[in-house]
């Protein structure tokens, strides 16, 4: 059990159950799991996924004595709720405050910084984790501040996160209808009513487009071993993305790189010098094809379907070269590469925003929880 220590002045050290008390979820689990996006009572779990789904059960909501934080009694992971819910497990306890002794929210996050590692097949809170002490300020002015800052930048985070879904979401459906129907000659998205198609193997397709193998329009290299290499400025590539640097270089150009073995389901596009490990095949000598386009075809090929080992997933240069893929003129190619390029800019924007975002929340938590900077100031209170 940990101990706090260095208790800032005006602070008091006190354990979690002096402040919160807890109640089963028995009367609120979901009796079915027959979940839809359409029904409005989210199904609740204290770990990572958070909503399971949502339910449209009516009875034995939890909607009373909000906000609470909802407890997994066995790995101590901890949401804080402040909506109406469900609960799935009998293994989550919900915490509530006592007598309004004190900020939920602050509470919650300083849970957060507990340094405690759980039993395997143990339950938790009764026994261990009610006990331990946190360091909290005895002014509750002190310590709603220190709550709605911390809220304050939850909501720009979660807002960031949003937007950063939503831009995927309209990316995914523009790459589907680019690399199905491309663009005609006002610009536009072709529609197939108005559009000659013909047959192909890939199904139809606009009447100015060929079906290709991969082999036909580009070579597939090999990655090689760098540890013979010294350390440089040319970056080198395995599978999960950028891994050193070294002092010479496998290619250089524009690269459209697949996994040949483990994850073989990320496609990344390269360009300038570089090295690929010999897990990462690399691509070049492109022929009537834009790079930038068959980075986004790759993205769009489920490369699973392809897997041929029962291990370790793998593909062979055979196999990605049979590979067959829809091929407008060049022309036309860079106007979708463009369009789909200006897409991955704005997530790219706004996934620095959330990065930021969560590095400050990082340092907020270091400094408001430790007591290391006080909002005394912003209360009119004397520090």
């Not at 340094?115 to 143990?122: L, W």
């Not at 937007?163 to 995914?172: F, M, P």
């Not at 041929?308 to 060049?330: F, R, Y």
């Amino acid at each position: 059990m940990r101990e706090v220590l260095n208790v800032p002045q005006g602070w008091e050290s006190i354990k979690l159950n002096e402040v919160l008390e807890y109640e089963q979820p028995t009367k609120y689990l979901v009796k079915t799991e027959n979940y839809d996006n359409a029904f409005n009572t989210p199904v609740l779990t204290a770990g990572k996924t958070f909503i399971l789904g949502y339910t449209d059960e009516k009875d034995g909501i939890f909607k009373s004595n909000l906000p609470v934080i909802i407890f997994d009694d066995f790995t101590t992971s901890s949401k804080f709720v402040d909506f109406n819910f469900k609960a799935k497990s009998s293994a989550m306890k919900i915490l509530k405050l006592k007598d309004n002794l004190a900020n939920i929210k602050l509470v919650f996050e300083l849970m957060q910084k507990l340094n405690f590692a759980p039993e395997e097949h143990k339950r938790h809170w009764i026994s261990t984790y009610s006990k331990l002490k946190i360091n909290l300020p005895k002014s509750k002015k002190e310590q709603e501040k220190i709550a709605e800052i911390l809220s304050e930048v939850d909501s720009a985070i979660e807002h960031a996160q949003a937007l950063h879904v939503k831009h995927q979401k309209v990316k995914t459906a523009l790459m589907q209808d680019l690399l199905t129907h491309g663009i005609d000659q006002h610009g536009k998205i072709r529609n197939p009513k108005t559009h000659a198609y013909k047959p192909s193997l890939l199904g139809d397709v606009p009447v100015e487009w060929d079906v290709k193998e991969l082999q036909k329009i580009l070579k597939i290299g090999s990655g090689q071993d760098y540890k013979f290499l010294q350390e440089g400025a040319i970056p080198v590539y395995g599978t999960g993305g950028y891994m050193t640097s070294v002092n010479n270089f496998l290619y250089d150009g524009e690269s459209v790189c697949i996994g040949r073995k483990g994850t073989i389901d990320n496609p990344m596009y390269l360009e300038g010098k570089f090295w690929t490990v010999d897990t990462l095949f690399y691509t070049h000598k492109f022929k009537q094809s834009v790079p930038k386009y068959i980075y986004y075809v790759f993205q769009n090929i489920n490369w699973k379907l392809y897997n041929e080992a029962s291990g370790v997933p793998s593909l062979s240069k055979t196999t990605i070269e049979n590979i067959q893929i829809k091929i407008p003129q060049q022309e036309e190619q860079q106007k979708i590469a463009q369009i789909l390029s200006s897409h991955d800019d704005k997530i790219e924007k706004v996934k620095t925003k959330l990065e930021k975002l969560q590095q400050l929340k990082t340092a907020l938590m270091q400094d408001l929880l430790n007591g290391t900077k006080r909002v005394n100031h912003l209360l009119g209170e004397e520090q």
